[in-house]
């Protein structure tokens, strides 16, 4: 799926994960590890996609808290319950209907009734000196059976949500959150986002990290709900 292709509709979601899994050859490049676990247990990769300025970086992270739980807290609303794994979150909103969105395409038609759902979303800036971010992202919910859920994410334009003053458009080019069930009542989670920052770019090893964290304040609070 190279850069300006659409991400897959419900139909071709089991691809779309199988590229991102997949540990060889893949229409998207190879992943290779970005060194090892981290000491919270997230293991990281990055790839380079060809045809694309913007690496895409992998986590993966056993959680002790079901997929339903983990899958609540990727899905709310509650501004409070966001910040406390991503502190960088400022504030958001869903935007309707979904159907006015243009572009991206994760989900399309073919996910399931309100499985799919547009947000936009603003974020502090992550540095001095940076400008604060927005995205408009499509997230569109896959049932993908034996409990395996995604959610495939990917920038899109809507008329609700042009671009504002002060903020940076930033663009999540493709992303995903995979839910699988383990033994005992926990998750795989594996996180994956590849992002058009909208200015300078970011450093390889800044998305790495960003990311890492992110899955380690997610799994902390899943734990603590």
């Not at 997230?42 to 913007?54: D, I, K, L, Y």
């Not at 993966?60 to 983990?70: E, H, I, K, N, Q």
């Not at 794994?85 to 572009?103: C, H, I, K, R, V």
């Not at 770019?201 to 709900?225: I, K, Y």
């Amino acid at each position: 799926f190279p850069r300006g292709a659409p991400p897959p509709s419900e139909a071709s979601a089991e691809a779309y994960v199988a590229d991102a899994m997949g540990d060889g050859e893949a229409a998207t490049g190879v992943w290779e590890a970005a060194g090892e676990a981290s000491k919270a247990g997230v293991s990281v990769w990055v790839r380079r996609v060809p045809g694309s300025p913007f690496v895409e970086v992998r986590c993966r992270a056993v959680v002790d808290a079901p997929p339903s739980v983990v899958l609540d807290l990727l899905t709310t609303g509650d501004e409070d319950t966001i910040r406390e794994f991503n502190p960088y979150y400022e504030s958001g909103w869903d935007l309707a209907p979904a159907a006015a969105a243009t572009g991206g395409g994760a989900g399309g038609s073919g996910a399931a009734d309100g499985a799919v759902r547009v947000s936009y979303a603003r974020v502090r800036a992550a540095a001095p000196g940076l400008k604060p971010r927005d995205t408009v992202t499509r997230v569109a919910k896959h049932d993908l059976g034996a409990n395996r859920v995604a959610l495939l994410l990917s920038a899109v334009e809507h008329p609700a949500a042009p671009p504002r003053d002060g903020y940076v458009r930033a663009r999540v080019v493709r992303g995903m959150h995979l839910l699988e069930p383990t033994e005992g009542g926990g998750s795989a989670y594996t996180f994956t986002q590849q992002i058009d920052s909208g200015g300078a770019r970011v450093p390889a090893c800044m998305l790495q990290r960003s990311s890492s964290l992110f899955v380690e304040r997610l799994a902390r609070t899943a734990v603590s709900v």
